[in-house]
């Protein structure tokens, strides 16, 4: 069974840095589609940003665009989201999800999450 496994929230300062980690155990992340999404206190989930099998298509929600980075190391069988410039409304838990053979990240397999908090 393929299990996704988020880390590396914590608490920064407005304009702070963070990397997440999705790890995945039990297959291989080869052949899916990985997208981050967040989930703010009293709002729906959102997604964030989004990358393609072979890391060559990656997409970004606007509010995010220019700051986050998304990659993966199918080797390590990693995805990364690098966060610059954080803001508190980037505050969320932080999902990662895994989508089989497809082009876009709709979210079949999920982490439990990982929580960014911003705060001076």
């Known amino acids: 069974q393929l299990r996704l496994v988020e880390s590396g929230g914590g608490l920064v300062q407005p304009g702070g840095s963070l990397r997440l980690s999705c790890a995945a155990s039990?297959?291989?992340?080869?052949?899916?589609?990985i997208g981050w999404f967040r989930q703010a206190p009293g709002k729906a989930r959102e997604g964030v940003s989004c990358?393609?099998?072979?890391?060559?298509?990656?997409n970004y929600a606007d509010s995010v665009k220019g700051r986050f980075t998304i990659s993966r190391d199918n080797v390590q069988n990693t995805v990364y989201l690098q966060m610059s410039s954080l803001k508190p409304e980037d505050i969320a838990v932080y999902y990662c999800?895994?989508?089989?053979?497809?082009?876009?990240?709709?979210?079949?397999?999920w982490g439990r999450g990982t929580q960014v908090t911003v705060s001076s």
């Open positions: 999800a895994a989508d089989y053979l497809s082009t876009s990240c709709r979210g079949t397999y």
């Open positions: 039990g297959g291989n992340l080869r052949g899916y589609a």
């Open positions: 990358i393609s099998t072979g890391g060559g298509i990656t």
